[in-house]
């Protein structure tokens, strides 16, 4: 194997870890714009990405995960496309889990006459 074909594969690995990432980053974007997008939709649709929310930001952690423990040899990937994955799936998880409990505690505190 000659060098030039070490260096073009070196390069394809390098391309494959970015696209890992940027498929978390993607799936990250994607859940925390079903967050907003029920205040966008008409009323017919309002509540369709909400029954999506939750799969699509744990995809979106497990996805930045994976590509995080592959790029963890590799001193040239860029980890920051996973990071953010990461970060923004966790946020579309935690938010309306968070909202819920809120709503659900303050509600059983209300009196009822």
């Known amino acids: 194997m000659t060098v030039e074909q070490m260096a073009g594969s070196s390069d394809q ?3 494959r870890q970015q696209a890992r ?6 799936l990250g974007i994607v ?3 079903m967050m907003v997008c029920p205040l966008l ?6 509540l369709l990405p909400l029954y999506f929310l939750l799969p699509v930001g744990v995809s979106a952690v497990v996805s930045g995960i ?4 592959r790029m963890r040899d590799h001193e040239g990937a860029d980890r920051y496309r996973a990071r953010a994955g990461v970060v923004l799936g966790a946020a579309a ?3 309306p889990l968070t909202v819920i409990t809120l709503a659900i505690w303050v509600l059983s505190q209300v009196e009822t006459y």
Not at 41 to 46: D, S
């Open 41 to 46: 939709l008409p009323a017919w649709v309002r």
């Open 93 to 95: 998880i935690v938010i």
């Open 13 to 15: 690995v390098a391309a």
């Open 31 to 33: 859940a925390v714009a």
């Open 66 to 69: 994976v590509a995080l423990r």
């Open 21 to 26: 990432g940027t498929v978390s980053l993607v």
